[in-house]
């Protein structure tokens, strides 16, 4: 009886399969290496290889190429985008020549000053108070505490301030310790570190990774 249940349900998800179809809604012309989209769904940003940024408003429908200043795909490239937690507006963009930023949905974009510290390799607010972002470049992660205009390294001569983290990954709902992880490249032995604190203490999770 199982083994006919079992035939049955395989030849049902097999119908299912054949008749599922996907539909391309682009941008074309290359590889999308990053995804994002606003909380509240009102736009969408895809990074295209070699090919630039684009922007879409009505849930990936139509495509538009979006070109900033001292912005060129053949040497700068995008790691990361967060969207301000309460406004689609507000955008930070985190490239290999630091961070850009946005106050209207990404149509223009503000470059880095060159001379200051700025996040080069992720960037995510705090959901729950966006006035906290943290970032991080090839040293180690980075804090703002006035939305992501200025930065300070979180470096403790420990963990952070010889190894790259390129990702970090910040509480939804904690707004007083500010619970934080930040990830390593795939050749480092720690992995995932973890902070309780909002950054003034780290410890690493490396058991089972």
């Known amino acids: 009886m199982l083994k006919v249940k079992f035939l049955i349900l395989l030849l049902c998800g ?20 990053l995804l994002k989209g606003s909380p509240d769904d009102a736009v ?27 912005f ?23 490239t290999s020549i630091g961070l850009f930023n946005s106050v209207d949905q990404g ?5 880095p000053s060159l001379q200051s510290l700025s996040p080069k390799l992720s960037v995510a607010y705090t959901p729950a108070n ?20 200025t930065w300070f390294p979180l470096k403790d001569n420990i963990y952070f301030g010889n190894r790259p983290i390129y990702k970090i990954a910040v509480h939804p709902s904690d707004s007083i310790n500010i619970r934080v992880l930040a990830s390593t490249g795939f050749s480092d032995t720690v992995g995932i570190f973890f ?10 999770f490396s058991k089972g990774l």
């Open 72 to 94: 060129n795909l053949q040497s700068v490239t995008i790691y990361d985008i967060a969207f301000h937690p309460q406004t689609s507006k507000t955008i930070l963009m985190a």
């Open 107 to 111: 149509l223009t974009w503000t470059p």
């Open 130 to 149: 966006p006035k906290v972002v943290f970032g991080s470049d090839e040293y180690g992660v980075l804090r703002s505490n006035d939305g992501g205009k």
């Open 14 to 33: 097999t119908v299912v399969a054949q008749q599922t179809t996907l539909t391309s809604l682009g941008p074309n012309g290359g590889i999308i290496s």
């Open 195 to 204: 902070t309780p604190n909002g950054g003034q203490t780290w410890k690493p």
């Open 44 to 70: 969408v940003f895809a990074v295209v290889r070699e090919n630039g940024l684009y922007r879409s408003v009505d849930g990936g429908e139509n495509w538009s190429k979006i070109f900033a200043p001292n």
